[in-house]
């Protein structure tokens, strides 16, 4: 091996260390790359590949980038998914002696980015760290279920607003909830115990990746030892147990509490004061809301493009902080299941309604709250400016008005509530506005920061600089007044410093004691000994005012720094308050009324309407619609034609419950809602390539997981079930899905299921607990009108052709398209499928009974069940038809005889 440059000694010195990171090597003004990463970083950043000479013959791939740049080619580096190193100079590079030492002063990686250009500022971002323990099994039937059980630990930080959290899954529903959690979170990094790649947890290590679009990398096995976990979280939160955070005995989310923690000193290699508390939370205190039904509700991105415009939140969020706008869509993705705690925000949001003063008087006030959890966290991590400190006094200066509007006009509880723990933080407040100038640069290394009256030496020093500017700008008048020369200008350039010009036709008249120093095309520059020595007090006195402007600066931000726990406690409340005005906000301008919430099991909603369609219809008037659910009807389902208005129907009322559960007016004119544990959906098909699945089989996943873990409380909006599939098998699956909801005592839940099989409305008269509904129609001639009018009974037929007429397919595709489908009424294979065999739920038993619907619904008196016509003929009785008894010979006669009983008892073809 060659002997490398005593510098790129150094570099892969340090490089080593950070193994998975690129490194960025600061060498004068630039962070230069080598090998490897410099020829990766030059195709992610479209940046010029050079080499190096690296010592012996030897060359090197390198790159740079200019380091009043970096920011943004560090944050591209990130946002691919990488972690970069920025190994800076942390000695003066005069007094070095040989290689002026480096070091790594922060890992940026995408879950630990804190600069405001990488974040979104409505959205959380999200550091995940997970652990988990295998149960032991608990009986020994359990070798019938090879799958092991675990308890899974999760613990999230948000490093830009110093959120911190915990809490444990499982053993039952672990990798549901694990699931639930991740697409939730949606975090940007995880960190994973290494323990995942045990051949026992090769479920959740496949659910984690198929579930997290961020960086999943497995960490060294230090981070995730219990003993020391724990140890980094006493001695960070300066306590002598975990019970204050409520999980002291939650092994599994301590042991990734502490991992993640650890992880965060190590990268940031700064303070983390602004992590000033861990909370823990139980995934049973909020509605579990599955990836697909999340998406599919659009709460808070739509399907067709993921824009936030078109979701509920776009909807609901008229919050005034960026922090109430990232814990409305906290709020949004993860509703409350229990009617209190949802009764009392709705309180708090029903008290803004009615109190029209105290909501027009705090909506005024937060027009001057800023993102005070942000502000509050560079603060804390020392990376505030000037600008930063003024926001947020400017933020906190409202609190005392916040507080006294609250405690005068507020009834509800929580509202009290919140105005009783305002800490006004008066203190830091007068401390900013005693140290810091109204309008401070952004810059905190340029002076201009610190208020006069503030410090003595502060003032002392800038009345040297002023006065000596006020010696020069006097000076100008003086020398024209001496000299005679009316063009002479006092003038400073940054080589020269001050200086005296000149015109060339006045040179004759410039005294003798002007010395000469700079000729230009027109003039002469001149200096005098006292503008010199005037120069270097005002410059000598500029530098060192800057220089204490800059300590007294970092010490104030320190000093606030340690105020940070308060700080964001005021903070939380504000944000709080912030989703109740929006919720409030949206309640009266779009007419919602606040909902009876409870714990019964029935679901009423008068007048409901969709809030992001009726938000987005410009001309027609949305029309509303009722629902009832209950133990009586169960299921609905919903036929009538496409189009009609039965996703819309179907979504909005899952909306409703969800906009209920997370304390928000619903659109509707009275509401009652039995509080429900999770909401199921199976919307639309699409084909999830990503993970090449057919749009039938993520159909049937989706499917699988509403049966497997749908509850008596949950709600279940089926929209379409079986139609990536033939009509026979399709209509078969509706079927047997809609009878498991209703009748597995387990699952029972609400259902709503819209479909185009109107053979589903035989299930009325079959099963009690169906109730059919339609979407109204008015059809004249060809035409049909939509109503949008949700009906009691079945739709009598499909409409399919006057709808793709509404589409445009040309008049004589749809002229042929009717001809087929009368031909097809009347086809005699109808009358021939009468006879085949279908199956439905003894009622009695609860058991599967291979009845056929004749049996069916003759014993129960019904009417014969509509779905045997749909039946396929079967092969047999078309062999039968083309046989010619006659031409047979007695043998012939005997062998087909035998080969059909065959056939039949085979039930397949025997031919
Ligand atoms: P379907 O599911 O029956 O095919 P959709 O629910 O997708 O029909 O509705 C089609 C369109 O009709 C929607 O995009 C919406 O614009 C409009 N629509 C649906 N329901 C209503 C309603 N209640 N009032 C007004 N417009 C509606």
Known sequence: MTQLTPMLRQYYEQKSQYPGCILLFRLGDFYEMFGDDATLASKLLQITLTSRDAGGDTRIPMCGVPHHSAEKYIAQLVRNGYKVALCEQVEDPKAAKGVVRREVVRVVTPGTVTDEEMLSERENNFLVSLSYKAEAP???ATHLFPHPSYTIGLAVCDLSTGEFMCTEMGPEGAVGSLKNELTRLSPTEVLLDPAFEDEEAQQLLETIHASVAGLVEVQEPRYFYDESARKRLLSHFHTESLEGFGCERLDVAVRCAGALLEYLTETQKRHLDQISRLSTYSVAEHMQIDAATRRNLELVRTLRDGERRGSLIWVLDRTSTSMGGRLLRRWTLQPLVKAAAIQTRLDAVDDLVQNVDLRFGLRSLFDKVYDVERLVARVASQSANARDLIALKASLRVLPEIQAALANQAKAERLSQ?????????????????AIVDEPPISITEGGIIRRGYSADVDELALAATSGREWISRLEQEERDRTKIRSLKVGYNKVFGYYIEVTRPNLAQVP??????????????????????????????HDRLVELEYELFVELRRQIGEAAARIQSAARILAELDVYLALADVAVDRGYVKPVVDEDDALEIRDGRHPVVEATLKDEAFVPNDLHLDGETQVIVLTGPNMAGKSTYLRQTALIVLMAQIGSFVPASAARIGVVDRIFTRVGASDDLATGQSTFMVEMNEVANI?????????????????????????SIAWAVTEYLLKEPRVKAKTLFATHYHELTELEELLPGVKNYSVAVHKEGQEILFLRRIVQGGADQSYGIEVARLAGLPAPVLQRARQILEALESSEERRLAQDAAAATIDDTSGEIAPTTLTEASEGSGRRPAQLALFAPPHPLIERLKATDVERLTPLEALNLLAAFVNEARLGGDAS
Request: one cysteine or more; aromatic letters at 4%; glycine letters at 6%.
């Open 138 to 140: 608990r009986s020994r």
């Open 418 to 434: 919140l105005a009783d723990q305002i800490d006004p933080c008066a203190d830091v407040c007068a401390t900013i506005s005693q």
């Open 512 to 541: 003798a004691e002007y010395q000469r120093k700079q000729t230009l095309a027109n003039a002469e520059r001149f200096i005098t000994p006292e503008l010199k020595e005037q120069e270097e007090r005002i410059l000598g006195a």
């Open 707 to 731: 049966l497997n873990h749908a509850t008596p409380k949950s709600l279940v909006i089926l929209d379409e079930v079986g139609r990536g599939t033939s009509t026979f098998d399709g209509l």
